[in-house]
C-alpha cells in the first residue's frame, strides 16, 4: 500500500528539473508512503517514477519501489495488493521466473512480463492501480482494479504526462494541471464528490475502474492510444444467469471465507472495523474463524450517550471473542479534527462520514497497520434504503391522486424536525422493531419531494443528491454521467436492481471508496475490503434480486450468513454505522467556524450562490431545520480549497481559479 507518482516531460528544459518535479509529487503523498521514498529515472531523465512506501509484505529493501524487471525492460510503481500473488509465483516459477523478494510487487512485474498488461490484470486478485513502462514499446500504460478501490489520476500534453494517485499530486506537476474546474464544482455541490472519470482540476482525469490507458511516449511527444476495459461491473448484471432462489449458502460463505482468509495474509500487524452492521459483522466472524488469535477489532463510540452506539460492537466483539476496542470520542475530540480534514483529501468531499472514518483509521494505527473493512456489502447486495424506497414511491406516484401528495408535501413543509421527530416517536412505538429506523425526518423530507418527480430515475437521481439546484454561477446545471448514461439505458423504469447496480458503478468508487482509502492513508493504514472480490460480486451478479430483498428484508443471504456466528438478537436493530451527530455541532460548538467560512466574501470568490447557501445556513440554526446536505458541501469545498492552496504553497506551484 503506497504512493506512487510518474512524471514525462519532453519540454526544452533542464533533465534534472524533471527529476525535481517527480520528487515534488512523491514528498506531496509521503502520507500514503511512510517507510520508504524511491524513485527510477530513465537514461535520458525524461521519464521519472516516484514511489512512497507503505511495506506490508517484505519490508526489505530489495522490494522497495519503483521496480524494474528481471529482463530490463519493464518498470513498475504500483498501490496496492494482489492477495493470489503466491500461486501467481508458482505459476510463474513454473515458466523458469526467479525471484529475488517475497514481495507481491516482484510477482506482479513478472506476471506482466510473462503475460501483458491486460491477461495479468484479469489473474489479479485484489486493489490495485500501478503505471508499467514498457521502454521498449515506448509505452506506458495505467491499470486500476476492477471495482476502484485504489485511486488513480493523470494528466496528459502533447509534451508532457504525469500520474499519481491523488490528484494533488498531479496538479502540482504542472501548471497546466492547476486550474479548478467550476463545472465540476457545480458537480461537486450536487452529488458530495466530483463524479465519473472528471476531477476537480481542469485537465485531470481519473482512471475509470476496471481500464488500462495507454500512452505512447516515443519521438519526444506523449500521444495517447487508448483506453480498453478489461472488466465491467454493468455486463455482469445485464442479463446474466440468474438463480431465483437464496443460492447456494454454503458456495456464498465459502466465496467469502476465501476472501477474507487472502486478506489476512501479512507481515505487519492486522486488525478489523467493527461497526455492530451486518457486514463488518460477518467479515470479522469470518476472520476470527480463520485466525488462530483473537482478531484485534476497532469502533467509534462517542462519550454523548444520545448518540453513542458503540455498545452495539462491543456485544458482537464479545459474543465472537474478538480483542476489541472503542475510542470514545466527545464533541471537541472530532471537532478538532473536521476544519483540517480536508487536507487529507484531493478533491473537495461531502460525506460527513470520512470523520468517524478518519478517526477509527488513526485509532486502528496505533495498533495495527492492516485493516479489514466491511464495505461492499449493500451495493452487492441490496442494502440502501434507496433499493427499497426509490421503486416503492415511484409505484406509489402513480397511484395517489395529486390533491393528496400535495396535503402530504404541506404536512412535511409546515413543521420542523423536532415535531416530525415526536410524530415518528409516536409512530414507532407501535411499529414492529425491525420496520423503524434512524434521522426519520430527513428521510421523510427526502421522500416527500420525491413525490413531485415523474419516475424512478428522478427519484434516483434526487435520492443521490445534495443540492437539487445550481449554485455556481456561470456553469451548466450539474448532471453524473455515467448515472445519466444508465439511466437512459434502463429507460427510467429503475427497479432495486438497477438502482443498486447505479451506487456499485458510481456512489460507490467515488464516494464510500474514497472516504475510506484517503482516511486510512492519510494514517499510514492500508483498509482491505475483503466483500468486493471480484468472486463475491460475480456470485452477486447471478443472484436474482428477489433472493436479496425477502419481504422488505434486504442483504437476505449476508443475514442468513451471519445468522449462523452472531445471534439475530445482537443484529436485529436499524442500520448504524460509524457516524456523527454533526448537524447538532453546527448549531453549536462549529457554528463560529462554519460562519468564519461561509463568508459572503468567500462564497463569491468561487461564484457559489449567497442567498441559497446562507438561506439554508438560516434554516438550519433557526428555523428547526437540518439542511447538513446543503451546508456541509459548501463548507467541504471551502475548506478543501484552503487546504489545496497550502499544499501548492509549499510546493511552490500556484492554484488559479478561473478569471
Known amino acids: 500500500m503506497c504512493g506512487i507518482v510518474g512524471r514525462i516531460d519532453?519540454?526544452?528544459?533542464?533533465?534534472?528539473?524533471?527529476?525535481?518535479?517527480?520528487?515534488?509529487?512523491?514528498?506531496?503523498l509521503a502520507h500514503r508512503g511512510p517507510d520508504a521514498n524511491g524513485l527510477w529515472r530513465s537514461q535520458d531523465s525524461r521519464i521519472v517514477f516516484g514511489h512512497a512506501r507503505l511495506s506490508i509484505f517484505d519490508s526489505h529493501s530489495r522490494a522497495n519501489q519503483p521496480m524494474v524487471s528481471a529482463c530490463g525492460n519493464f518498470v513498475l510503481v504500483y498501490n496496492g495488493e494482489v492477495y493470489n500473488f503466491k500461486s501467481l509465483r508458482v505459476e510463474l516459477e513454473a515458466l523458469g521466473n526467479t525471484f529475488a523478494t517475497t514481495s507481491d510487487t516482484e510477482v506482479v512485474l513478472a506476471a506482466i512480463a510473462a503475460w501483458g498488461v491486460e491477461a495479468a490484470a484479469r489473474k489479479f486478485v485484489g486493489m490495485f492501480a500501478f503505471g508499467i513502462l514498457d521502454q521498449r514499446r515506448g509505452v506506458l500504460s495505467l491499470v486500476r482494479d476492477r471495482l476502484g478501490i485504489k485511486p488513480r489520476a493523470f494528466f496528459e500534453a502533447p509534451d508532457a504526462l504525469s500520474f499519481a494517485s491523488e490528484v494533488t499530486a498531479v496538479s502540482v506537476s504542472d501548471s497546466r494541471a492547476a486550474t479548478i474546474d467550476y463545472q465540476r464544482v457545480s458537480e461537486f455541490m450536487a452529488f458530495g464528490y466530483v463524479p465519473a472519470n472528471k476531477t476537480i482540476v481542469n485537465s485531470v482525469k481519473k482512471v475509470a475502474p476496471g481500464t488500462i490507458e495507454e500512452f505512447s511516449c516515443q519521438d519526444s511527444k506523449v500521444r495517447h492510444v487508448g483506453t480498453r476495459t478489461y472488466y465491467s461491473a454493468v455486463d455482469l448484471f445485464v442479463s446474466p444467469e440468474r438463480e431465483t432462489s437464496m443460492g447456494d449458502l454454503e458456495a456464498l460463505e465459502q466465496c467469502i471465507t476465501e476472501a477474507v482468509d487472502c486478506r489476512l495474509v501479512s507481515d505487519v500487524p492486522l486488525g478489523a472495523f467493527l461497526s455492530g452492521g451486518f457486514d463488518s459483522t460477518l467479515v470479522v466472524a469470518l476472520a476470527q474463524r480463520l485466525s488462530r488469535q483473537p482478531v484485534k477489532t476497532f469502533s467509534i463510540g462517542y462519550k454523548d450517550a444520545g448518540f453513542d452506539e458503540s455498545q452495539y460492537a462491543a456485544s458482537v466483539a464479545s459474543h465472537l471473542g474478538t480483542e476489541h476496542s472503542t475510542c470514545m470520542l466527545g464533541a471537541q475530540d472530532v471537532i478538532s479534527v473536521v476544519p483540517e480534514i480536508a487536507r487529507f483529501y484531493d478533491e473537495p468531499f461531502a460525506d460527513w462520514s470520512q470523520v468517524p472514518t478518519f478517526m477509527v483509521s488513526k485509532f486502528a494505527r496505533e495498533h495495527v497497520t492492516v485493516c479489514l473493512s466491511g464495505d461492499g456489502g449493500d451495493e452487492l447486495f441490496g442494502g440502501y434504503n434507496r433499493h427499497l424506497q426509490v421503486p416503492r414511491m415511484a409505484r406509489l406516484r402513480q397511484r395517489l391522486p395529486r390533491p393528496v401528495i400535495s396535503l402530504l408535501q404541506a404536512f412535511v413543509e409546515k413543521r420542523s424536525d423536532e415535531q416530525l421527530e415526536r410524530f415518528f416517536d409516536r409512530l414507532f412505538r407501535v411499529m414492529p422493531k425491525g420496520l423503524r429506523f434512524n434521522q426519520a425526518s430527513q428521510k421523510l423530507r427526502k421522500l416527500n419531494s420525491m413525490l413531485s418527480l415523474q419516475d424512478a430515475g428522478a427519484m434516483y437521481t434526487s435520492a443521490v443528491t445534495y443540492w437539487d439546484s445550481n449554485i455556481v454561477e456561470?456553469?451548466?446545471?450539474?448532471?453524473?454521467?455515467?448515472?445519466?448514461?444508465l439511466i437512459e439505458r434502463f429507460g427510467n423504469e429503475l427497479g432495486g436492481e438497477e438502482i443498486a447496480l447505479l451506487d456499485m458503478v458510481s456512489y460507490l468508487p467515488d464516494d464510500i471508496l474514497t472516504k475510506v482509502d484517503r482516511a486510512s492513508m492519510a494514517n499510514g493504514l492500508e483498509a482491505r475490503v475483503p466483500l468486493l472480490d471480484h468472486r463475491i460480486l460475480e456470485y452477486s451478479a447471478r443472484l436474482d434480486w428477489s433472493a436479496k430483498i425477502v419481504s422488505g428484508s434486504q442483504k437476505v443471504p449476508l443475514r442468513q450468513l451471519v445468522y449462523r456466528h452472531v445471534p439475530s438478537a445482537l443484529m436485529d436493530r436499524p442500520k448504524t454505522g460509524f457516524d456523527i451527530p454533526l448537524h447538532s455541532w453546527l448549531r453549536g460548538e462549529l457554528r463560529d467556524w462554519a460562519e468564519s467560512?461561509?463568508?459572503?466574501?468567500?462564497?463569491?470568490?468561487?461564484?457559489?450562490?449567497?442567498?441559497?447557501?446562507?438561506?439554508?445556513?438560516?434554516?438550519?440554526?433557526?428555523?428547526?431545520?437540518?439542511?447538513?446536505?446543503?451546508?456541509?458541501?459548501?463548507?467541504?469545498?471551502?475548506?478543501?480549497?484552503?487546504?489545496?492552496q497550502s499544499a501548492h504553497a509549499k510546493s511552490n506551484t500556484a492554484l488559479r481559479v478561473p478569471g
Open 474 to 485: 456561470g456553469t451548466a446545471e450539474p448532471s453524473h454521467g455515467t448515472v445519466a448514461c
Open 597 to 644: 467560512v461561509l463568508g459572503e466574501t468567500n462564497l463569491k470568490r468561487h461564484n457559489l450562490l449567497s442567498a441559497p447557501i446562507l438561506d439554508a445556513w438560516h434554516r438550519h440554526n433557526s428555523a428547526g431545520r437540518n439542511e447538513i446536505r446543503r451546508i456541509w458541501p459548501v463548507l467541504a469545498f471551502l475548506a478543501w480549497y484552503e487546504s489545496w
Open 10 to 28: 519532453f519540454r526544452n528544459i533542464a533533465p534534472e528539473q524533471v527529476v525535481q518535479t517527480a520528487r515534488r509529487m512523491n514528498q506531496v
